[in-house]
């Protein structure tokens, strides 16, 4: 039986339609994002999500890998949504293990979910500074100096801190532009100035008590990244723990 040109058109359309809408359905809205991690630090990964709908599900994904690219470990977050058609916070927080170089964010959602990606974030989680009076004892460090003297390094915007092993240690990754211009991620200096010690003095802090580490080489084209024992970096990691002044940037560089 021949079907008419009209008609034959007519459920070509339809087709067409159907599998249209059911790609539609099934597409989700995706965002994926690479940054580099610090040894040790914490991550809080966010990004702004709102839907009408009452079951929306999204699905937040961090991959982390080593230097090589080799693959290290993952982190999942499962959430259902549901409206009024409001903006709300999806995050998850990531810790960086032992050799991690860098890490990939996919926030995957559902058709009819909204992502504001000028508000997906990615800053590092800054730990409780505990009793003051763990600082008058020098059981807590406010602080990180850096003493390169001797090594010719150079001041730069973006300076790096690695362990002997390649670890990254210290780059500032989460800084944000207007800090980046007005402060920057650490400061430089010949001596310990008072000046050079505000850097590292918490607010509402009597006292500064830093962690000196001595530098053992300079590295990088720029000539202003310097490598430090892996002693020294572990002790860094170490003290982490009880106060995160890295995420404050509290850094100083003793250079010639």
């Not at 990964?45 to 009452?54: E, G, L, P």
Request: overall charge negative; charged content about 20%.
């Amino acid at each position: 039986m021949r079907i008419p040109r009209q008609t034959l058109c007519g459920l070509l359309l339809v087709i067409v339609l159907v599998v249209s809408s059911a790609t539609t359905q099934a597409k989700p809205a995706e965002f994926r994002r690479t940054f580099l991690l610090e040894a040790g630090a914490r991550y809080e990964i966010s990004v702004r999500i709102k839907t009408d709908m009452q079951d929306a599900p999204t699905l937040a994904s961090v991959y982390i890998h080593n230097e090589h690219g080799e693959y290290l470990r993952s982190t999942q977050l499962s959430r259902s949504l549901a409206g009024p058609h409001q903006w709300q916070q999806v995050s998850t927080i990531v810790t960086a293990p032992p050799g991690a170089q860098r890490a990939t964010v996919v926030f995957t959602a559902a058709e009819g979910v909204e992502m504001e990606w000028d508000e997906f974030n990615i800053r590092r989680v800054e730990l409780d500074l505990g009793n003051e009076e763990l600082i008058r004892q020098g059981l807590v460090y406010t602080g990180l100096i850096v003493d390169a003297r001797g090594l010719n390094l150079k001041r730069g915007m973006s300076p790096r801190v690695y362990s002997e092993s390649g670890q990254l240690v210290y780059a500032g990754v989460t800084v944000t532009y207007d800090f980046l211009q007005t402060a920057g991620i650490a400061s430089y200096g010949r001596e310990l100035s008072p000046e050079l010690l505000r850097r590292i003095q918490p607010n509402g802090t009597v006292k500064v008590s830093p962690l000196v580490v001595k530098g053992l080489e300079v590295t990088g084209t720029t000539e202003t990244n310097v490598i430090i024992s892996d002693q020294d970096a572990q002790a860094i990691l170490q003290a982490l723990d009880v106060y995160d002044f890295l995420a404050q940037y509290s850094v100083v560089f003793l250079i010639d």
